[in-house]
Nanobody, 116 residues
Framework: VQLQASGGGLVQAGGSLRLSCAAS????????MGWYRQAPGKQRELVAA?????????GDSVKGRISISRVNARNTVSLRMSMNSLKPEDTAVYYC?????????WGKGTLVTVSS
């Protein structure tokens, strides 16, 4: 499984940003797929994830501000996450993750910086 992430960047507090992730390669059996983030000096945490069936789960710190959606196609699985009302504490490196039969695949991180 290869994960290609896009989006991220610098945004002012209160602004919005969209992150996308596309899974390709041997995508058969991908179950949960989602975004995690890691801020300096902190552990990696769940931002949002969605099951193959479309059920979404959100981290407590982002509930109400983020929406995630997923499209399962024949040769790829696409993930899109919209982040609104961004806060400086949302600043982190965001990682896309895919779970395939219990094995986790991580994409390269993309930096999101929210200025106050």
């Amino acid at each position: 499984v290869q994960l290609q992430a896009s989006g991220g960047g610098l945004v002012q507090a209160g602004g919005s940003l969209r992150l996308s992730c596309a899974a390709s390669g041997n995508i058969f059996g991908i179950n949960d797929m989602g975004w995690y983030r890691q801020a300096p000096g902190k552990q990696r945490e769940l931002v949002a994830a969605v099951t193959r069936g479309g059920r979404a789960d959100y981290g407590d710190s982002v509930k109400g501000r983020i929406s995630i959606s997923r499209v399962n196609a024949r040769n790829t699985v696409s993930l899109r996450m919209s982040m609104n009302s961004l806060k400086p504490e949302d600043t982190a490196v965001y990682y896309c993750k895919a779970d395939q039969s219990g094995m986790n695949y991580w994409g390269k991180g993309t930096l999101v910086t929210v200025s106050s």
